[in-house]
C-alpha cells in the first residue's frame, strides 16, 4: 500500500528584497496546504506580494513542540507543509529544527528549498578566504567566555540584533586587538544596506554614524593567525620590549606588531613577573 504521508518542505525566503524569492520557493509555497511561518504577520508580506493565500500557523521558539506536534499530525494524514522563517533559512538562529528531526525520526520526507542566508550572504561580501568558516550566530549576553573559543585561522560569523551590537564589537575590539579586520553587514539586500571592512580599531566609530545602529547585523570577524608561530613569536616581541618599557606600553606595542591581543599579551607579561 503506497504511503499517504504528507511532505515537509524547509523553504528559504529572502531576508530582505522580496525580489530574492526563487521561482521554486513561490511554486511549493503555492501549493502547500499549510505554511508554517516563525511570525504569521511578517510572512503574510511575502505571501500577499505573490498572491499566495494558503493557510498559516505560528511556529516559533515560544511554542515549537506544541505546534510541531499538531504540525506531524497534519504530516501524517498527508498534508503538505512548508516550514518558514522570518527572513532567510528556517533553522539557522531561527526556529524549525526541532519540528524537521521530529519529522525525520517518523521517517516522513523532508526536502529543503534553498535560497537566502544572511550568513553566507554576508561572508560572499566580506573578501576574507572562505574555504572555511564557523558560524556562531547569536553571543551570549554575557560574551567574554565565548569569544575564547573563537579565535580561529578562519573567518568567523556572528548574528547580532542592533541595540546590542555596538557592545559586541567593543567585546571583539578587546578579546582580538585593533588590528584583526571585521566586515559589519547591515540591512543586507534592504534599502539602507551597508557593508563595510575596517580594522576592528574603527569599527566603533563606524558605528557612530547615523543610523549605522538599525537594523539587522552579521558580523564576520576576520580569521586570525595560526596560533602557534603566533603566541611564540608575540612571547619573544614582548620579552625584547619589555627590557626597556612597562608591561602595559609593551603589550601595546607587541599588540600592534604580531596581532595578539593586548590583553592577551599584557595578562602573560604580569604572570612571568610573578
Request: proline share 6%; with cysteine.
Amino acid at each position: 500500500m503506497a504511503s499517504t504521508s504528507g511532505t515537509l518542505y524547509v523553504v528559504a525566503t529572502p531576508i530582505g528584497n522580496l525580489g530574492d524569492s526563487s521561482p521554486r520557493s513561490i511554486e511549493v509555497l503555492r501549493a502547500a496546504d499549510i505554511i508554517a511561518c516563525e511570525d504569521t504577520r511578517t510572512s503574510r508580506a511575502l505571501l500577499a506580494h505573490h498572491g499566495i493565500t494558503a493557510r498559516t500557523v505560528a511556529l516559533h521558539a515560544h511554542n515549537e513542540r506544541e505546534a510541531g506536534e499538531k504540525l506531524l499530525r497534519a504530516l501524517r494524514e498527508g498534508s503538505t507543509i512548508a516550514l518558514v522563517s522570518d527572513a532567510g533559512t528556517p533553522g539557522i538562529s531561527d526556529p524549525g529544527a526541532l519540528l524537521v528531526a521530529a519529522a525525520h525520526r517518523e521517517g516522513l520526507r523532508v526536502v529543503p528549498v534553498p535560497g537566502a542566508n544572511a550568513a553566507v550572504t554576508a561572508v560572499s561580501a566580506a573578501g576574507f578566504d572562505a574555504g572555511r568558516f564557523l558560524f556562531a550566530g547569536f553571543l551570549p549576553a554575557k560574551p567574554k567566555k565565548a569569544l575564547e573559543d573563537l579565535d580561529l585561522p578562519v573567518p568567523v560569523i556572528l548574528y547580532e540584533a542592533p541595540h546590542r551590537v555596538l557592545a559586541t564589537v567593543q567585546a571583539l575590539l578587546e578579546r582580538f586587538g585593533p588590528e584583526r579586520e571585521i566586515v559589519i553587514a547591515r540591512e543586507l539586500s534592504k534599502k539602507f544596506e551597508e557593508v563595510a571592512r575596517m580594522r576592528l580599531a574603527d569599527a566603533p566609530a563606524w558605528l557612530d554614524g547615523p543610523h549605522r545602529q538599525d537594523g539587522e547585523f552579521v558580523l564576520v570577524l576576520g580569521p586570525g593567525a595560526r596560533k602557534s608561530a603566533d603566541r611564540a613569536e608575540a612571547g619573544h616581541v614582548m620579552k625584547i620590549l619589555l627590557e626597556k618599557l612597562p608591561a602595559g606600553e609593551a603589550a601595546k606595542l607587541a599588540a600592534r606588531i604580531t596581532g595578539v591581543p593586548r590583553n592577551e599579551l599584557y595578562k602573560a607579561a604580569l604572570k612571568d613577573s610573578k
